[in-house]
């Protein structure tokens, strides 16, 4: 635990936003009882699905109330097979090396908010995969075009000190909740292949923020270097 | 003419590209009899389908022999309507102040080699529209999850001196035929809003290329400000 985490290991789980969904373009990567990493598996929205389904899935979080949350919904649904959640760091793992097949992070880089935090997050993937594993990534894009983000982006610019990078307010308080950021594609790209993956199937997309916003995103699937 | 037109002025007809489609969004703006100048028409793609459906249009590009093929192509259809093909270059128009409702550029943008003439281009489109007038506009962005436009944005750039521009050889001779450039959407984005436009629409697309590669695209309509 350390400074960079405080906001997200404190927050109140219902107050963690969970809004992509998983692409289908993922079942082009799994195989039968694949091992899948769900990093920052928040509430368990991909994790739960993916282990009914028959995978061993393995969820991390920051935050222990949300692991509690995801745990209890695990249960609930009188699945097959559960997740196991851990609460845990991702830029140290708690797990071997090549432990995984796939590794997904859905909107988690988007609260890490430094360049150097991301590479030491992208590098730890990579460590606990196997060779030729997948590393499947859904996060925000930069939207430009939308005069909303547009102006946050500019304004934010003096705090966040990142381009892209906005400022999230407790809507009850008002009070500075969490600093997200939105990619380029040219960023997400070398982050990437800079550090062990090669681009393995890539596309431009819509989400939906918790807000209602629409936004700019990419799903992304990166391919270990064997 | 100057030196910026030189190699669209004297590219043959039938090598000057033009791939991309008009966007059925364009009929959100347009209204009956309404006047359309396509900047850059090339062979008369947008521009005689559009005279066909009834509006009044002028097609300009700086290449005569294009003009000539796109004017033949107009007259075989047999059309209700067919467009006016004038010879002009974009930075300077032969047309006074107000007198179009809506300005149409396809692929024209990423021709324009330096940032300067895009913003004249910009800002001349600007004077010849009506207040209220729209700007449509389809154009290429940077692909950089393909590692074929990665390496040429990388490999073209001490040449090209612009980030996302590539080099297009000529396939007979090997000879540099053009410069291309492909867009960011921050950069497409402040490019209106800096030059006379509000965003009315944008959407991020994909296009195919003269050459089948698949690439990044932008549609977006401006608004001139009232």
Known sequence: MNDRTIPWSSLKGKDIPAT???DHVIHRFTSPGCHILDIGCSAGNASIP???QGFLVTGIDINPEVL???RRSSLSRNSYQVPLFVRADAITLPFTPESFDIVI????LTTIITKEDRVRIIREACRVLQ???YLYLADFG???HSGIYRER???????TKEE???IAYDQQTGEVSYIAHHFTEKELVFLLVENGFEIEFFKNDKFVTKTGNRVNGFVAVGRKEA
């Open 20 to 22: 992509i969904k998983l």
């Open 50 to 52: 993916l282990a009914s």
């Open 68 to 70: 509690q949350m995801a």
């Open 105 to 108: 992070m859905q909107a988690f």
């Open 131 to 133: 060779p030729g594993g």
């Open 142 to 144: 930069q939207t430009w």
């Open 153 to 159: 982006y500019i304004n934010d610019l003096p705090v």
């Open 164 to 166: 892209g990078s906005i």
